[in-house]
């Protein structure tokens, strides 16, 4: 999990261990855990229960990766303002059904049909990469929002950056927004 905070150390038992605050991507709320097992886990205790092995899929982590971004809309980087469906927001059993019922598969990626909207059934389709492709560039020749460090390798999105004239990749993911999320960080 996303670190929020370091708390310090507490004594348990007669042993100092370290413990932070972590966000849970799943109830979307700041948990207080041992940093030993925040940085490893998913999701918080209680939401493990509720997720079961979900966490383990693509289609999870694509999942984890949209409300990380969303999550960012009250947070300090305007520029990194995505709203989310509500439903798909509170439950991963409510966005697994849209994925569904809409043609989801491991070789596709969501998509959003217009980049300056949010993550909402209406405003989202699983496409392949060219279609995403296409669609990036549509959004080039606008010159609207675009997708600044993120390129196709492959059959990957590739976040990356040119530091002092080196081509530098900050790596490789299955979906766009992981890319994103990576670029985002990288470059903050
Ligand atoms: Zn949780």
Same mark, same amino acid.
């Given at each position: 999990?996303?670190?929020?905070?370091?708390?310090?150390?507490?004594?348990?038992?007669?042993? $100092?261990?370290?413990?932070?605050?972590?966000?849970?991507?799943?109830?979307?709320?700041?948990?207080?855990?041992?940093?030993?097992?925040?940085?490893?886990?998913?999701?918080?205790?209680?939401?493990?229960?509720?997720?079961?092995?979900?966490?383990?899929?693509?289609?999870?982590?694509? $999942?984890?990766?949209?409300?990380?971004?969303?999550?960012?809309?009250?947070?300090?980087? =305007?520029?990194?303002?995505?709203?989310?469906?509500?439903?798909?927001?509170?439950?991963?059993?409510?966005?697994?059904? $849209?994925?569904?019922?809409?043609?989801?598969?491991?070789?596709?990626?969501?998509?959003?049909?217009?980049?300056?909207?949010?993550?909402?059934?209406?405003?989202?389709?699983? =496409?392949?990469?060219?279609?995403?492709?296409?669609?990036?560039?549509?959004?080039? !020749?606008?010159?609207?929002?675009?997708?600044?460090?993120?390129?196709?390798?492959? !059959?990957?999105?590739? =976040?990356? !950056?040119?530091?002092?004239?080196? =081509?530098?990749?900050?790596?490789?993911?299955?979906?766009?927004?992981?890319?994103?999320?990576?670029?985002?960080?990288?470059?903050?």
């Amino acid at each position: 999990m996303e670190l929020v905070s370091e708390i310090g150390t507490k004594n348990v038992n007669g042993k $100092w261990i370290g413990f932070g605050i972590y966000f849970c991507p799943v109830c979307m709320s700041n948990v207080e855990m041992q940093n030993r097992s925040g940085k490893k886990a998913k999701t918080c205790f209680k939401c493990i229960n509720r997720t079961h092995g979900e966490t383990k899929t693509r289609l999870f982590r694509i $999942w984890t990766a949209i409300k990380s971004r969303a999550k960012l809309k009250s947070g300090t980087y =305007a520029d990194l303002r995505v709203e989310i469906y509500e439903r798909w927001a509170s439950s991963f059993k409510e966005f697994k059904k $849209w994925a569904i019922e809409n043609g989801y598969n491991e070789v596709l990626t969501i998509d959003r049909i217009d980049n300056r909207l949010g993550y909402y059934p209406s405003n989202c389709r699983w =496409a392949t990469m060219t279609t995403q492709q296409n669609n990036k560039r549509e959004i080039q !020749k606008n010159n609207t929002t675009g997708h600044k460090g993120i390129s196709i390798q492959g !059959k990957k999105f590739r =976040a990356g !950056k040119t530091i002092n004239k080196k =081509a530098v990749c900050f790596g490789l993911f299955d979906t766009m927004e992981e890319a994103i999320e990576c670029y985002k960080k990288m470059t903050l």
